[in-house]
């Protein structure tokens, strides 16, 4: 079965400072996995996925097969980026999304 | 482009009444997913469709159906409402069955009584 864990429901983190949010998962087969975001009144949107190794708003992620995480990091973390983000995992095809329990995201001034 | 519409935005209903919840998917799309959001929680899977077929189901009882229109708009029907009932319920759409890029809806909020 398929299933994505955000351990943390809650990070705040001072500007500037380094941020990581964690997501492990469980998939037999090959996973897609995807970070996305919902802002305040905003609707869920995605923020980046793993086949890309992209760099979306100064964010990365790293697929580790062998500890099975797809930690979202950035390096210096800016006001804009509070939010809730939600980790998924997409199945073959990605016809269905496995979504964690989110993060919510705070950026102290 | 507006994007995913969905109607209403937000509702109340009845224990053991029925709901009609109704998406449009983003210009060019044709593949249609819909997701249930309890409070706290990430949005569960209920099903998607494509070419006006159920193409997979997530782990939702049969009170919970569907139906895509030759327009590729979607609706979501719940049947026999139960108070656990209550949550977002999101549209996401994309083009094609296999690839990413969901574009998700702003929800409909469906309160049970």
């Known amino acids: 079965a398929q299933r994505v864990t955000q351990p943390e429901k809650l990070l705040s983190v001072f500007k500037g400072a380094p941020v990581e949010l964690k997501c492990n998962y469980s998939?037999?087969?090959?996973?897609?996995l995807f970070w996305y975001v919902q802002y305040s009144r905003q609707r869920l949107q995605l923020l980046l996925r793993?086949?890309s190794r992209e760099s979306i708003k100064g964010f990365t992620a790293d697929l580790n097969k062998g500890e099975t995480s797809f930690h979202l990091k950035k390096p210096f973390a800016q006001e804009e980026d509070s939010a809730m983000y939600y980790c998924?995992?997409?199945?073959?095809?990605?016809?269905?999304?496995?979504f964690g329990t989110g993060t919510r995201l705070t950026i102290i001034p | 482009d507006a994007g995913v519409t969905q109607s209403p935005t937000h509702l109340i209903k009845t224990r053991g009444q029925q709901v009609t919840l109704r998406c449009s998917p983003k210009?060019?799309?044709?593949?249609v997913s819909w997701y249930q959001q309890a409070l706290g929680q990430g949005p569960q899977f209920i099903f998607q469709?494509?070419?006006?077929?159920?193409?997979q189901r997530g782990n939702f009882p049969d009170r919970f159906s569907g139906h895509q229109f030759p327009n590729y708009s979607s609706e979501l029907n719940v049947n026999a409402l139960l108070l656990g009932d209550s949550a977002l319920y999101l549209c996401?759409?994309?083009?094609?069955?296999?690839?990413?890029?969901?574009?998700f809806g702003s929800g409909t909020r469906l309160t049970v009584v």
């Open positions: 998924a995992l997409g199945d073959f095809g990605n016809e269905k999304l496995t």
């Open positions: 469709y494509y070419e006006e077929e159920e193409r």
């Open positions: 996401a759409s994309r083009q094609g069955v296999v690839g990413y890029g969901y574009t």
């Open positions: 210009s060019g799309h044709d593949t």
């Open positions: 793993h086949i």
């Open positions: 998939y037999s087969g090959s996973p897609e």
